[in-house]
């Protein structure tokens, strides 16, 4: 039987600091359960469809398939990092464009889309198709968030 870590474990999200002696716990219940940071959103739980995305020192990663332990020392942003009062270009974009119909999975491909952007500012269509085919949107707001991203883009 594995011992449990008690060692504290610190966490930066979203530019403050919090700690965890729960090492194997999926950062995924840690955002939500523990600190109450609903945006990111429980999707398949096995990394599929991208609704728990993250970013993790500037990379966007799967939050049900990291754990605290992971994440210790790290660099984390969820969708609670955007200003409340909309003004982020990404923000800005996604509300022009209607993007979101449920809107469930809208905080992993905001996220996903704040990826991008930071490592290429101006991506091609097919350059942002890559970047975001591993969100799953079951509405279908494809075309949209293209459309939000190249917005952006051309800013």
Not at 5 to 24: F, P
Not at 40 to 65: F, M, N, P, Q, S
């Amino acid at each position: 039987m594995g011992k449990l870590n008690l060692s504290k474990m610190a966490i930066k999200i979203n530019n403050k600091m919090y700690e965890s002696k729960e090492d194997s716990m999926p950062l995924l219940w840690f955002l939500r359960d523990v600190l109450r940071m609903t945006g990111t959103k429980y999707g398949c739980g096995l990394g599929i469809c991208g609704a728990c995305t993250v970013l993790v020192d500037g990379e966007a990663e799967r939050a049900c398939l990291l754990t605290t332990a992971d994440c210790d020392g790290k660099e984390v942003f969820t969708v609670e990092s955007f200003p409340e009062d909309g003004s982020d270009p990404i923000q800005q974009a996604w509300m022009e464009l209607n993007v979101p119909q449920c809107g469930y999975c809208q905080s992993g491909q905001m996220i996903s889309a704040k990826a991008l952007l930071a490592k290429n500012p101006k991506p091609s269509v097919d350059e942002i198709k890559e970047a975001m085919s591993e969100n799953i949107c079951r509405c279908g707001t494809y075309p949209r968030i293209i459309k939000a991203i190249q917005k952006i883009s051309e800013q």
